[in-house]
């Protein structure tokens, strides 16, 4: 149920501008919410305690804010159509548009809709965050890194400092993008400026090179490695291999020479337990220090007065593999690359919950411009999830659809509906053509045969003629997402 004092706050928006209107909203009043949105680069959510106890990664900030709000556990991206799934996860969250509906970089047409004016329309960038947001009377403020994303929504910030910073000093990793939003936050209160304010906060880590800074590499005993012709040293503080680790994925991924499979720096085509071991250390010691940077806004927002009026989102834009399931990268439909950790906190939000969910990165900006109460642009395709952070256990939908085609086509896809889930590989010209169906209440880890684990639920069920009706549900029910959502492909066995 909505909190009180939102409800009549949101009346009274409903007084002043009509029901129903679009994001040309008039300027809103002082006490008009702050949004700070936080987005790391590459991360799993089972990096994290909050979704993963056993995780050896210390992210204390980011602790807090899981207990002084909501997680969400249903949490996804829809997935990609290039190798840089950041590029299109990056434009689903800036414009709130599906997969197949959104543009590429100038120039380019991975995504074969790009030059469709119906499903991709040529003034979107007006109806993106920023846009919306300084149209609504926001101070908008951007740090990220440079590139993969949506630059001309990006251009349209107020204030803007884009570089990537995959370092371990100060100059060169996260605290250059925690320095520019403290700067943003002290020129406020020189200015005395209470307008209210969206900070899109985003970091260039964990996202490789993974060089962390000295003292949080050997708190995890990782080591930048360099030397392709040797194994990193092996220390007892790298954190353990993930409960789903392989040394190899038993079938090709799709995408021949895919960089973040091959040429990342400390791991290439490595999979042995010395150098995922080191390379998870590695990205522990980056998360935790963009944790280090979020601790510094929330305290200097707690200083200002205005934390308990900012609602806050940690998320990333895609998961990662790193040895989960024998991959590296970012380009699979397994649940720790598919999903993404979500964590909100602020006025009204219920306080140490979690909820399933069912959210798409797409939703953010509907959700944001509900909590402003501002009109959601009519170019949005998601929904909005406040009513789910304040309280509702009803999931905001029942099936969740992903792609991944960035190789050869047509690619991955997946369906999860309830506690089912269905991926299917369709590349390298029909030479790898598997289906993989799991029951994710009793293999939530998606274990597979070559996992060797006992229960008849931890494995692919696919082929179990006991499943086969569950199989072919979900073999319908992906069609019928693939043609809703304008996805261009058809898979070898889809009629």
């Excluded at 960035?406 to 991955?412: E, H, I, W």
Aim: aromatic share 8%; charged share 25%; net charge negative.
């Amino acid at each position: 149920m909505m909190n009180t004092n939102l409800a009549i706050y949101s009346l009274a928006i409903c007084l002043l501008v009509p029901c129903g209107a679009d994001d040309r909203a008039p300027a809103l009043s002082k006490s008009k919410p702050n949004i700070l949105f936080i987005l790391a680069d590459d991360q799993s959510p089972f990096d994290l305690k909050a979704y993963n106890p056993h995780s050896d990664l210390d992210t204390p900030n980011i602790d807090r804010l899981a207990r002084e709000g909501t997680i969400i556990d249903g949490a996804y991206h829809m997935g990609a159509w290039v190798g840089g799934v950041c590029t299109p996860s990056r434009h689903m969250i800036m414009s709130g548009r599906t997969v197949w509906h959104i543009p590429d970089k100038p120039g380019r047409t991975f995504n074969p809709h790009v030059t469709n004016p119906v499903l991709v329309p040529p003034s979107l960038a007006d109806y993106t965050i920023p846009a919306v947001f300084n149209r609504a009377g926001y101070d908008t403020m951007r740090t990220c890194k440079s590139g993969n994303s949506y630059e001309a929504a990006n251009e349209l910030f107020t204030v803007r400092h884009d570089a990537t910073k995959r370092g371990g000093t100060a100059e060169t990793g996260s605290e250059w993008h925690g320095d520019r939003v403290m700067e943003f936050l002290e020129d406020r209160v020189k200015r005395k400026d209470d307008d209210p304010f969206l900070i899109y906060f985003g970091f260039s880590h964990p996202h490789d090179e993974r060089d962390g800074t000295p003292d949080l590499l050997a708190k995890y005993g990782a080591t930048n490695h360099e030397d392709e012709n040797s194994l990193p040293p092996v220390h007892p503080n790298q954190p353990e291999l993930p409960i789903n680790y392989l040394p190899e994925h038993p079938f090709h991924h799709g995408h021949n020479n895919l960089r973040d499979e091959v040429a990342v720096s400390g791991v290439w085509e490595r999979r042995d337990e010395r150098t995922i071991r080191n390379e998870i250390g590695r990205q522990f010691a980056c998360s935790e220090n963009i944790d280090i940077q979020i601790g510094r806004v929330l305290e200097k927002l707690e200083a200002m007065g205005e934390l308990d009026n900012t609602y806050i989102i940690y998320t990333a834009d895609h998961g990662m593999a790193i040895g989960r399931h024998g991959l590296q990268g970012k380009q699979n439909l397994y649940e720790h690359t598919w999903r993404v950790p979500y964590i909100v906190k602020g006025p009204g939000i219920g306080k140490g919950k979690r909820t399933q969910g069912n959210i798409y990165l797409m939703d953010t900006l509907p959700t944001i411009c509900e909590m402003a109460g501002i009109g959601i642009p009519h170019t949005v395709e998601g929904k909005s999830f406040l009513y789910i952070l304040e309280g509702s256990r009803k999931p905001l939908r029942d099936t969740l659809y992903g792609v991944y085609c960035g190789g050869s086509k047509p690619g991955m896809r997946s369906i999860r509906i309830g506690d089912w889930k269905l991926v299917k590989f369709d590349v390298l010209d029909g030479a790898v053509r598997e289906t993989q169906l799991f029951n994710l209440a009793k293999n939530p880890h998606e274990f597979i045969a070559v996992h060797g684990r006992k229960s008849r639920w931890e494995t692919n069920l696919a082929e179990d003629p006991r499943h086969a009706k569950k199989r072919g549900e979900l073999e319908s029910a992906l069609i019928a997402e693939m043609k809703r959502l304008d996805d261009p492909f058809t898979f070898w066995d889809q009629n």
